[in-house]
């Protein structure tokens, strides 16, 4: 059992996935026009909410079958499995992670599907930045015993953008974890999302910033903080 294990988000936490879907709108508005880019966003948006994920092939699998004959769907799916995810990491996301893996064992935990998630995190380079520990789920805030018992630790650090993602993991592990919330990304700065959940341990302005975090010395001060609090 290591003493401490950091789990970090990938979507706007370490690489800046509001810039890929830009991308991605230029592109299929720029190649396929304004009408099929408009339906596959209706068809992505509808996937999303019958999932709880982004998934940008399945999208475009049931774009196909209004246009079984059209090869330029080839170019679409090509676009993605090709994209240059590297360049859209966010500035200091690899010295981030160096420097959390001086604390103990940094582990990618991100939601997604099977194919596309895991491809990102590959050629983006975070795949190797932790050797390999990477867990991909539906739901990850619903997956924390499948977590355990895969990276077994004293105490754990959720480095994530989204705040109900930090509230739900919160309130399943408790004293066992102390999240930080990095201000990054569309949901980061939503004002529904921040006033509907309460805050985090520990916040950033962005992920460059956890390299000038003592966060040995921030963990004793919760921990000492909650010794405080309990009667």
Not at 206 to 227: F, G
Request: proline content about 3%.
């Amino acid at each position: 059992m290591d003493d401490l294990i950091l789990l970090f988000d990938v979507d706007n936490t370490l690489l800046d996935n509001d810039s890929v879907t830009v991308d991605l709108a230029q592109h299929l508005t720029r190649n396929f026009g304004r009408e099929s880019a408009a339906r596959y966003w209706e068809i992505f948006e509808a996937l999303r909410a019958e999932l709880g994920y982004t998934d940008y092939l399945g999208a475009l699998q049931r774009y196909r079958l209004d246009k079984m004959d059209d090869v330029s769907m080839l170019q679409m799916s090509d676009f993605l499995l090709e994209y240059p995810f590297s360049r859209r990491l966010f500035t200091g996301a690899f010295d981030a992670l160096a420097r959390a893996h001086q604390w103990g064992t940094t582990v990618i935990l991100s939601d997604g599907d099977v194919v596309f998630q895991p491809r990102k995190i590959r050629r983006s380079g975070l795949w190797d930045a932790v050797q390999g520990r990477v867990l991909v789920y539906i739901h990850k805030e619903k997956m924390l015993d499948a977590v355990m018992t895969r990276h077994p630790g004293r105490h754990y650090v959720m480095v994530e953008d989204k705040l109900r993602i930090l509230a739900a993991m919160k309130a399943f592990l408790g004293e066992r974890l102390t999240t930080i919330f990095v201000r990054q990304g569309h949901y980061a700065h939503d004002p529904a999302n921040i006033s509907s959940y309460p805050a985090a341990d520990i916040t950033l302005d962005r992920i460059s910033d956890l390299v000038h975090l003592d966060l040995p010395e921030r963990l004793n001060a919760i921990w000492a903080q909650a010794r405080r609090n309990t009667p």
